[in-house]
């Protein structure tokens, strides 16, 4: 078997941040410093947590501010926008795709269905938004378009942020969110193009009217 790669401390220090920081309201709207974010890693020096910032800068994520440190802005109606207007255009085409390819994702679907069910209590908003994000990802990696499948899973950060903002909003919607990806699968297990899309366009469309309220 071979072995895999050892993540590089550059590696360790943007996963820690991407999937451990930026998801956190609480640290919205604040600045952390190379040396903060060296202490909390552990086992690492500042030219690889500086390397790490850079990157999330320029994928948007943080905002690098000269004798501050880095920026964690908080999410914005523009990027909640953007973001769900981003993922009607890719997953109602991806439910198009698997449809008319026969590669209609059920199992994978119902798999993080069913452990989003299983993280729906309070305290496991986290957990809960991940399966989330993976219940939709896995529609767009069945299309095998594997340029679509990294545009999208690129944004994946953003939509946890989004999505835990949404929870934080509405704490309740999670048992009706639970139904409407339970209709998104039985449109595409359907085969018909039209309930599919119309069951995803209107769970995104109750996501933002959810978060348009706060």
């Given at each position: 078997m071979a072995m895999q790669p050892t993540p590089s401390n550059r590696d360790r220090v943007y996963k820690f941040l991407r999937d451990e920081v930026l998801p956190d309201p609480?640290?919205?709207?604040?600045?952390?410093?190379e040396d903060q974010v060296a202490e909390r890693v552990g086992g690492t020096s500042r030219t690889p947590?500086?390397?790490?910032?850079?990157?999330?800068?320029s994928e948007g994520l943080i905002q690098l501010v000269p004798r501050?440190?880095?920026?964690?802005?908080?999410?914005?109606?523009?990027?909640?926008?953007?973001?769900l207007e981003y993922r009607s255009f890719i997953e109602t085409k991806a439910a198009e795709?698997?449809?008319?390819?026969?590669?209609?994702?059920?199992?994978?679907?119902?798999?993080?269905?069913?452990?989003?069910?299983?993280?729906?209590?309070?305290g496991h908003e986290r957990e809960f938004v991940e399966w989330d994000t993976e219940f939709h990802i896995a529609l767009v990696r069945a299309v095998g378009n594997s340029l679509m499948t990294k545009s999208y899973t690129d944004l994946r950060a953003r939509h946890v942020?989004?999505?835990?903002?949404?929870?934080?909003?509405?704490?309740?919607?999670?048992?009706?969110?639970?139904?409407?990806?339970?209709?998104?699968?039985?449109?595409?297990?359907?085969?018909?193009p039209e309930k599919a899309k119309a069951a995803l366009l209107s769970h995104i469309h109750t996501t933002a009217s959810g978060l348009a309220e706060a």
């Open positions: 609480s640290q919205h709207g604040s600045f952390l410093t947590v500086r390397e790490a910032l850079l990157l999330l800068a501050h440190g880095a920026y964690i802005p908080p999410v914005t109606k523009q990027e909640i926008n953007e973001a795709l698997v449809i008319e390819r026969g590669s209609v994702p059920v199992e994978a679907m119902e798999l993080a269905l069913k452990h989003q069910a299983e993280s729906s209590d309070a942020r989004i999505g835990i903002r949404a929870l934080m909003n509405t704490p309740e919607r999670q048992a009706a969110v639970i139904a409407e990806h339970q209709a998104i699968i039985d449109g595409l297990r359907s085969n018909d």
